[in-house]
């Protein structure tokens, strides 16, 4: 584990609520005052302190045999996070755009302190360190600098517009959401899933169609599920593509039905959860026309549109990047029957192809995936490759492979599933959060991934234990019922003070949900309520 200087774990402790004081990372999912979730005589309520002011309580109940869900409110009545103004830094962002960062270099502070102090305004400045992941630069991040502490947004605001007259870029924030002091409430909800006694199944679904858009209690409701939860990162603007779509792998009941970003962290729920395990994984799919291969680029997404990039070739960047749609001038992509969409048009050619891998039309793009068929689409070079070998009446195979980082391919049955999203947070029983490389944060552009990752936010994980429980994990966040979240460090500091061996963080914001027997037992973040996402994992009764 690559820990850096100055944050060690007295620190994490208290960054992440006095955590080890609230759940004894020696006893995996003991909770202090509650049972350990093998044993299923544990009190309905219980209340632990740490004797320093952090207090949670629990309530714990036995949705199935081998299922439990226990929800938390952890308390910090010494923590007293306020509204403040803080002083944005000009940057150049990656990709040499103009950008604002809230974090700036110690001679940029030095600067603008001056600044702040001769237009009349007393300022605070933050030395802010890198957090503790596994592959960014150890030690200072950057100075924050800030004016004033407020009671309301309001009166922050107010300050705001004054410091922003006075010639400096401005935003509002709640102190509550930053990693360098206590948050004072958080709202936590830990299933746990024993496939040694539960009898039914865990997977991933996206509900028959990968192009949609669904809420995970809806769907929960729909399957009769015990307990389901958002699953990966997927598309929310129709200027990326297909609403609904994964922007990461995604496979569901053995059908891969969306490609890797790169090689980033999944859940591999395996014979219908039985079998789970977390690790970053890559996919290779190849069109074969006799003798003629081509690199198919995608699955089921739009041609020429990577959302969160990791492709070779792409524009701005090859590498992964959160919540970026990076551009392909020649892209091959193939449609399943999940697509249950109209397909992309526009320039390119498409080639449809039936059961048996047989060309059974070769013309422009559009229309729909019909039953028992497959669609190639290309653009680019790729529209040419088709236009050449895709021959009315012959084959055009396609074959996908799925591996690990260790090389070793992964094999899909009928009850397998994996769901995917970023990044690893517990890996082999230690911490270690490759936050870069899986392009959550940029160390050379602090103007991207900050509030994302190392702020608090509504989050949702999951991570398998020593005895080969399955724990679904979500926190409240954006002060919904008062709950500020997680930063990225603080999730895997918990989900390890659960017995996590293995941890990856799945989308959260406004998507985090769990739903229990259908109903929602968390408070979603977004105004409008539970937000509509692309997949989701449920946990399925046995069917008789």
């Known amino acids: 584990m690559n820990n850096r200087p100055g944050l060690g774990r007295s620190s994490r402790a208290r960054l992440a609520l006095g955590v080890a004081a609230v759940l004894a990372v020696a006893a995996p999912l003991s909770i202090s005052g509650v049972a350990a979730a093998a044993e299923p005589a544990v009190p309905a309520v219980s209340t632990a302190s740490n004797g320093g002011g952090t207090a949670a309580q629990w309530t714990t109940r036995t949705v199935a045999p081998g299922v439990e869900v226990r929800t938390g409110t952890v308390r910090n009545p010494a923590a007293t996070p306020g509204w403040t103004v803080t002083v944005q830094a000009a940057v150049t962002s990656r990709f040499g755009t103009p950008a604002w960062a809230v974090v700036g270099t110690e001679s940029w502070a030095s600067a603008t302190v001056s600044r702040l102090r001769a237009a009349g305004f007393e300022p605070d400045t933050t030395r802010v360190p890198w957090p503790d992941y596994a592959d960014t630069p150890r030690g200072l991040m950057g100075v924050r600098i800030r004016v004033g502490s407020y009671p309301t947004q309001d009166a922050a605001k107010s300050t705001a517009s004054q410091v922003t007259a006075a010639g400096f870029r401005t935003v509002v924030e709640w102190t509550g959401y930053d990693a360098d002091q206590p948050a004072d409430v958080e709202n936590i909800q830990v299933a746990v899933i024993d496939p040694r006694r539960f009898t039914g199944s865990v997977k991933a679904t996206h509900d028959g169609n990968v192009a949609q858009?669904?809420?995970?209690?809806?769907?929960?409701?729909?399957?009769?599920?015990?307990?389901?939860?958002?699953?990966?990162?997927?598309?929310t603007s129709d200027a990326d593509g297909v609403q609904g779509v994964q922007a990461g792998i995604g496979a569901y009941n053995g059908e891969l039905a969306s490609m890797a970003v790169g090689s980033r962290?999944?859940?591999?729920?395996?014979?219908?959860?039985?079998h789970n395990r977390i690790a970053d994984l890559t996919t290779t799919v190849t069109a074969s026309a006799g003798r003629f291969d081509r690199a198919v680029r995608g699955v089921n997404r739009t041609p020429g549109l990577a959302r969160n990039c990791g492709l070779p070739?792409?524009?701005?960047t090859a590498a992964p990047r959160h919540d970026t749609t990076c551009t392909l001038a020649d892209d091959l992509?193939?449609?399943?029957?999940?697509?249950?969409?109209?397909?992309?048009?526009?320039?390119?050619?498409?080639?449809?192809?039936?059961?048996?891998?047989?060309?059974?039309?070769?013309g422009v793009?559009?229309?729909?995936v019909a039953p028992g068929h497959t669609v190639l689409q290309g653009i680019g070079a790729a529209a040419d490759w088709l236009t050449a070998h895709a021959v009315v009446g012959k084959k055009v195979s396609v074959t996908e492979v799925v591996r690990d980082?260790?090389?070793?391919?992964?094999r899909l049955g009928a009850n397998d599933s994996i769901i995917s999203a970023a990044p690893t947070l517990v890996e082999n029983g230690r911490i270690r959060i490759d936050a870069a490389t899986e392009g959550v944060v940029d160390p050379a552009d602090l103007s991207f991934g900050y509030a994302w990752a190392n702020n608090r936010q509504p989050r949702t994980m999951a991570g398998i234990d020593r005895r080969g429980r399955l724990l679904l994990v979500t926190v409240d966040g954006r002060l919904s019922g008062g709950s500020e979240g997680f930063t990225i460090a603080e999730g895997a500091a918990f989900m390890r003070s659960l017995g996590a061996e293995q941890a990856l963080n799945l989308d959260g914001g406004g998507s985090t949900a769990m739903a229990v027997n259908g109903a929602?037992?968390?408070?979603?973040?977004?105004?409008?309520?539970?937000?509509?996402?692309g997949d989701t994992i449920q946990v399925l009764p046995r069917t008789r």
């Not at 962290?265 to 039985?274: E, M, P, S, Y």
């Not at 980082?405 to 992964?410: E, P």
């Not at 929602?520 to 996402?533: C, F, K, M, Q, Y």
């Open 520 to 533: 929602l037992v968390n408070r979603p973040s977004d105004a409008t309520g539970e937000r509509a996402v």
């Open 265 to 274: 962290a999944a859940l591999i729920l395996g014979d219908g959860g039985r």
């Open 213 to 235: 858009r669904e809420t995970t209690s809806s769907v929960a409701t729909k399957l009769g599920s015990l307990v389901g939860v958002n699953g990966g990162f997927f598309l």
């Open 313 to 316: 070739g792409g524009l701005p």
């Open 405 to 410: 980082a260790d090389g070793r391919r992964v």
């Open 365 to 368: 793009r559009g229309g729909v």
């Open 333 to 362: 992509v193939t449609f399943t029957a999940e697509y249950a969409h109209d397909l992309p048009a526009g320039s390119g050619v498409q080639a449809v192809l039936d059961s048996k891998d047989r060309v059974v039309s070769v």
